[in-house]
């Protein structure tokens, strides 16, 4: 996949030289090679130009605590064709300031992920992560059934929330009292995480009802979209 054929980011080509903390104040392609009529808009604006730079920033930020990278490569790819599509002929610097601000704001918040173990009937599993940095994510895991729930961690609205941590690459882990929940992640050659095993001790029964438990095998179960599609 060539990012950099877009010509319009070069999101992959400069990343090295980013900071997500400190937003670089140019874009995020050289703008001398400028070809393409949004190219041209944002080279024109000093606003653009940060603002290219800006989202180029945190979409690195993200991508590099996210699990789940496809979907969110995904995700970042349909914006910029949006763009793209919309500045074919000519462009109007308002609506490219208003699209960049948008995909700028879901960018700051984005870090939610969904993954989902099925079973192909109204029994289904959910685990959702909230990342807090590269080593540490915050963690619900629910099952339910026709609606009702069988087990929910944390238990209540009122519970404060699991953050687990991780060990290595390839594992994670929390615990609290007599429950402890391990969790092997799967990569693939790339290092993306292409499959969650949660492992929930004899402890965790009581975030469960009858026979049912916590442990798992989970699969990405993002549908992100562009944030002004």
Not at 209 to 217: H, P, T
Request: net charge positive.
């Amino acid at each position: 996949m060539r990012i950099a054929s877009f010509g319009l980011f070069g999101l992959f080509l400069a990343f090295s030289s980013l900071r997500a903390a400190s937003p670089p104040q140019s874009a995020s392609f050289d703008c001398a090679r400028a070809s393409h009529p949004l190219e041209k808009t944002i080279c024109a604006s000093p606003k653009l130009r940060a603002l290219d730079g800006e989202v180029a920033a945190l979409y690195k930020a993200r991508l590099a605590i996210l699990f789940d990278k496809q979907a969110f490569r995904g995700q970042q790819r349909d914006w910029q064709q949006i763009l793209r599509t919309r500045c074919a002929k000519a462009c109007d610097p308002a609506s490219v300031e208003r699209d960049y601000i948008v995909q700028r704001d879901s960018l700051r918040s984005f870090g939610e992920e969904l993954w989902e173990a099925s079973y192909k009937t109204a029994n289904i599993a959910q685990l959702t992560i909230n990342h807090i940095d590269a080593r540490q994510f915050d963690f619900a895991l629910r099952r339910d059934l026709d609606g009702k729930a069988l087990c929910k961690l944390p238990a209540g609205d009122g519970e404060a929330g699991a953050i687990a941590t991780l060990a290595s690459p390839a594992k994670a882990s929390w615990a609290a009292g007599a429950c402890r929940i391990d969790f092997a992640l799967t990569r693939d050659a790339n290092g993306h995480v292409t499959r969650i095993d949660a492992m929930a001790s004899a402890g965790c029964k009581r975030y469960c009802k009858g026979s049912y438990g916590l442990s798992d095998a989970f699969l990405p179960a993002n549908n992100w979209v562009a944030s002004n599609q």
